[in-house]
């Protein structure tokens, strides 16, 4: 089955400077990667996603890129804010036909300083 | 606009004892339905998902089992717990046709003593 790796698992940076979470997955046949973002005791939130006809994508502060080569995927925040900080989540999913099965990584707790 | 309700929020139970969890999903017909488990500072894991009423895909072995007896309802139950089971579930819906975005929902934080 399909395993995803995620690192940092934890990361520091200060208010303003950017951050970067770096997937890698194992399935080629992976063809969706969503990123999500939870707060402590929240449910996680979807933030942004790509699929794999695109290399890259952005959303104001938050941008996701992928190399289906290389297998694996980024996440990139710029102007980093304290609201920033929760843990974030990667995923990688292959539809099956009738669902999309993800397979999480194992998180990474994003700390904004001020 | 789709919500989706998880109850209870949180739960305290014994050893041995039955569990019952329950999701439902408005404002959207025929969602494909997830029950996810987190247990503490890890990742989620796929237990279950439903393409229909009746249908349902396992994916982790385990003393857990899923029902859909409605298209907008999924449960997550269990004969017997252990203290294994303790963790955040977590259920999320997704548009049944070509629907890759999961939608979760409250969650419900249980724990096994």
């Known amino acids: 089955g399909e395993n995803v790796e995620q690192h940092p698992s934890t990361l520091s940076v200060q208010e303003g400077d950017s951050a970067v979470i770096k997937c890698t997955y194992s399935d080629s046949a992976s063809n969706y990667f969503p990123w999500y973002k939870q707060e402590l005791g929240k449910r996680p939130q979807l933030i942004i996603d790509?699929?794999?006809?695109?290399g890259e994508k952005k959303d104001q502060r938050i941008a996701v890129t992928l190399n289906k080569t290389a297998k694996h995927f980024s996440l990139h925040i710029t102007e980093t804010q304290p609201e920033d900080s929760a843990v974030y989540f990667c995923?990688?999913?292959?539809?099956?036909?009738?669902?999309?099965?993800?397979?999480f990584g194992t998180g990474t707790r994003l700390q904004v300083t001020l | 606009s789709q919500t989706i309700h998880q109850w209870p929020a949180t739960l305290v139970q014994p050893v041995g004892s039955p569990l019952s969890l329950e999701c439902t999903v408005e404002?959207?017909?025929?969602?494909?339905l997830y029950w996810y488990r987190q247990a503490a500072g890890r990742g989620l894991q796929l237990l279950f998902y439903s393409v229909g009423i009746g249908q349902i895909s396992s994916e982790v072995p385990q003393n857990l089992s899923a029902s859909r007896p409605q298209d907008r309802q999924f449960i997550l139950s269990s004969k017997k717990l252990l203290l294994s089971d303790s963790g955040f579930y977590l259920c999320?819906?997704?548009?049944?046709?070509?629907?890759?975005?999961?939608?979760f929902g409250p969650g419900t934080r249980l724990t096994v003593t």
């Open positions: 999320a819906w997704s548009v049944l046709s070509g629907g890759d975005e999961q939608y």
């Open positions: 404002g959207t017909s025929n969602p494909n």
């Open positions: 790509i699929r794999s006809n695109v």
């Open positions: 995923a990688a999913s292959k539809w099956t036909g009738t669902a999309s099965k993800l397979t």
